[in-house]
């Protein structure tokens, strides 16, 4: 996520979006060729993630490599939703029967996040700004 797109989202909102995926270059090139997206690497320390533009360059989207904490995330565009206490939110999952399924992580200094399923087997990240 760009500075840009870091303007303290609103509570509730969906501030991001992203794919993990085992070949995300594979995925980046498809994007760009059926949507007209273009890339921006993000450097992970020895590989890269893409940030994904409009035609505006506006990043809009994320696409990831699975792997480290997001290795076994299934393959799916995953909204962030912000919340305004990640760990009141993740108690909150399991009181009515969600499932935290990773987190909470840092995210690169602008906030934390964590990846939750809920009852129906729907997963979302729950995204809380720095």
Known sequence: MSEKEHSKPANGSVSWRDLTVPNADLVRDFYCKVVG???????MGGYRDYNMKDAAGNVVAGICHARGSIKNLPPQWLMYITVDNLDRSIAKCHELGGKLLTGPNDYGGMGRYAVVQDPA???VALYESA
């Open 37 to 43: 997206w273009e890339t921006e690497p993000v450097d």
């Open 121 to 123: 087997k729907a997963v």
